[in-house]
């Protein structure tokens, strides 16, 4: 088994195995702690989605929505599992007519060898753990990224419009994203050099930038901004934050694909990033809103996980750090401030915490991977690096962008992609579903 064949870990693989490209011709045997490792971290990351996202959006949409928001959870969460596993997989890690330093087709998206789990036996393996749980792994990164850009939409979009436009993002649009940036050698953004060890770039630029594109396409709620849109149930906020918290650990700790020391301090520098975006979320709230609120620290956490996540594999304490404290004021007055100023509605702030936290963790990312600020990183020439960062920044920004308008205005134009204005009223939960989330 080749490198390139232990395809969908980004930059990490040099990193943190260094002797897989030593055992290039070597049969790979499967570790048994290894695997036990790589069944929690899938576990931790399905529960990001299913119940975590699920509540921290649940809880911030108003009470006559809260069903429709958890139930789009659940759905994508079906949707891609199968889509996945009939040509997801294959998209994203199919690594036939790849080759170092050339650029074709195969650089851009994956071929279809793998439709359907192709050859996947018990006995198949990517590096020391059973290929199995690898795609399983790669299929919760995969859910939970258009679960995520639910938030943005929140409350107008048709359930049958969101369906459909998750199915085809998800085709053109997450798979050569993940294909570009983690399928080895040969990979676009891989042969260009860009550190995305967990996905910031592959998740939450690109989830960020969809959200963006959404809410834009949509429009306003009815009565955006003057009519009050408060959080129906901060205490679901919360509790899907916290369930967000603990299952990061899987999604940055399990990137590094073993149980080592690169997954040991990934764990380490993602707790440090997360509780320094918190207080720096909060602080700066307290500073210039006059009270710290339960929203607040609950969104600066996830700024925070965010940031740190395509660092976690190269940066040191330290540069967690910085990178959590910028992570959790940036993203504060793009959330609050600049969405004001601009006066788009991104309901529940996917855009201002996923994108922008997703921005700043990968252009930091090539600063504080240098061994000189504390990383781990093989990085010698710190602004080269974060010029090829931003470069793939720029690149997802601009791809996203571009062909979510595309996916948006067909299906407007086939089916409409907005529920009408009594439907709005009265609420999703009843007009697409026809039940209520509470019966008091």
């Not at 011709?25 to 695997?35: C, I, Q, R, Y």
């Not at 570009?180 to 050099?193: H, I």
């Not at 960020?208 to 959080?231: D, E, F, N």
Request: include cysteine; proline fraction near 3%; charge should be negative.
């Amino acid at each position: 088994m080749t490198l390139r064949q232990i395809a969908g870990l980004g930059a990490l693989l040099s990193l943190a195995m260094p002797g897989l490209a030593l055992a290039e011709e070597a049969v790979p045997t499967l570790n048994s702690g290894d695997t036990a490792w790589m069944l929690t971290a899938t576990a931790l990351v399905l529960f990001m989605t299913i119940p975590g996202l699920a509540l921290f959006y649940g809880g911030m949409v108003r009470s006559k929505n809260v069903l429709s928001v958890m139930m789009q959870c659940f759905a994508i969460t079906g949707l891609i599992s199968i889509l996945w596993m009939v040509y997801g997989y294959s998209l994203a890690f199919d690594t036939t007519g790849m080759e170092k330093g050339v650029l074709n087709f195969s650089s851009f998206v994956g071929g279809f060898s793998k439709a359907f789990l192709n050859g996947v036996t018990p006995a198949s393996l990517t590096a020391a753990f059973p290929e199995a749980v690898f795609i399983t792994f790669q299929m919760t990164f995969a859910i939970i990224t258009p679960a995520l850009i639910v938030g943005a939409f929140a409350e107008r979009m048709k359930f049958s419009a969101m369906l459909i436009f998750m199915a085809v993002w998800f085709t053109l649009v997450y798979a050569p994203i993940a294909h570009m940036v983690w399928s080895g050698d040969g990979a676009l953004m891989w042969d260009w050099g860009v550190l995305d060890f967990a996905g910031g770039t592959v998740v939450h630029i690109n989830a960020g930038i969809a959200g963006l594109v959404c809410c834009l396409v949509l429009g306003k709620r009815k009565g955006y901004p003057t009519t009050p849109m408060a959080p129906h149930n901060l205490g679901y906020t919360l509790i899907g934050a916290a369930m967000l918290w603990i299952g990061w650990f899987g999604f940055n700790a399990g990137s590094a694909a073993a149980a080592n020391g690169t997954a040991g301090m990934a764990m380490l520098v993602t707790q440090i990033a997360t509780a320094a975006a918190a207080l720096g979320w909060m602080f700066a709230e307290w500073i210039f809103h006059g009270k710290p609120s339960a929203l607040g620290i609950a969104s600066g956490v996830v700024a925070g996980l965010v940031a740190i996540t395509p660092a976690a594999g190269t940066v040191g304490p330290m540069g967690a750090l910085v990178i959590g404290l910028a992570s959790g004021v940036i993203c504060y007055f793009c959330a609050t401030s600049l969405k004001r100023k601009l006066g788009y509605d991104d309901s529940l702030d996917a855009f201002g915490v996923h994108g922008i936290g997703g921005i700043v963790g990968a252009l930091l990312t090539g600063i504080f991977a240098a061994p000189a600020l504390g990383g781990f990183g093989a990085v010698d020439d710190i602004g080269a690096q974060f010029w090829i960062q931003a470069k793939g920044v720029i690149f997802t920004v601009v791809y996203t962008a571009i062909v979510t308008y595309i996916i948006l205005k067909v299906l407007d134009m086939v089916m409409g992609l907005r529920v009408t204005e009594e439907e709005e009223s009265i609420g999703l939960d009843l007009a697409q579903h026809n039940e209520r989330g509470y019966n008091l």
